[in-house]
């Protein structure tokens, strides 16, 4: 069962503008989230998480935003990097549930 | 710091033949998970171990099984093959269990293919 559902399998964006990665999730014992990275031939790396008691988390380029009552999170990468091609993974706890990842690329 | 390791990196096996993989954490991590990932399918949670006792366990045949070694050290055996078992499985280590959110420091994963 898929409680963890990241739509777009790939997004393509321009160097310098915005990507927004987005995620839904269906359980709502679901109590943080997290993104996490990941480069071919490498293990994903962890990028950000959010706490469900927060809606925002910023750090640096990258924010996730978490809509409770939509059961919905994403990631903003602003601005975003040729070296933020990868593949991002979305991730929920309460026990830990992944997305099927999507692949970010970006253009120079 | 040394991160986690796994071995082998790539395994070809045949349908039918069983398979181990070794995980060797983050020096004193003591919880590891092993995940299975595929093609549209994302990673998917096999079990993890803390303290040489599996805590949680996925949604995977009884094929799939694993245990943990007092190193913190851990192995996942796959048994009887099957061809849709070829995926990249990851082993990630943790300093604290599941109980606690913590970010978890993945391994490279191995390769399995099978034939």
């Known amino acids: 069962d898929q409680q963890v559902k990241q739509n777009s399998p790939s997004l393509s964006v321009q160097e310098g503008r915005i990507s927004i990665l987005n995620c839904d999730y269906t359980?709502?014992?679901?109590?943080?989230f997290l993104w996490y990275k990941k480069y071919p031939a490498e293990g994903p790396t962890f990028l950000i998480s959010?706490?469900?008691?927060?809606d925002k988390n910023e750090d640096g380029r990258f924010t996730v935003f978490l809509n409770k009552s939509a059961k919905h999170l994403s990631l903003h990468i602003v601005p975003s990097q040729p070296g933020d091609s990868a593949v991002y993974f979305c991730a929920a706890w309460h026990d830990m549930r992944f997305g099927a990842g999507t692949r970010l690329t970006v253009k120079p | 710091k040394a991160g986690v390791t796994q071995t082998p990196r790539y395994l070809i096996k045949t349908r039918g033949q069983q398979v181990t993989l070794s995980c060797s954490p983050i020096?004193?991590?003591?919880?590891v998970s092993w995940y299975q990932q595929t093609p549209g399918q994302g990673l998917q949670f096999l079990f993890e171990?803390?303290?040489?006792?599996?805590?949680n366990k996925g949604n995977f045949p009884g094929r799939f099984s694993g245990r943990q070694f007092s190193n913190s050290r851990s192995e996942m055996n796959v048994s009887t093959l099957e061809l849709g078992d070829s995926a990249l499985y990851l082993c990630a280590s943790s300093a604290h269990p599941s109980g606690s959110v913590q970010e978890q420091f993945f391994g490279p994963g191995t390769r399995l293919t099978v034939l």
């Open positions: 359980n709502s014992m679901f109590d943080y």
């Open positions: 020096s004193g991590h003591r919880s």
């Open positions: 959010i706490s469900s008691i927060k």
């Open positions: 171990y803390f303290s040489e006792t599996q805590r």
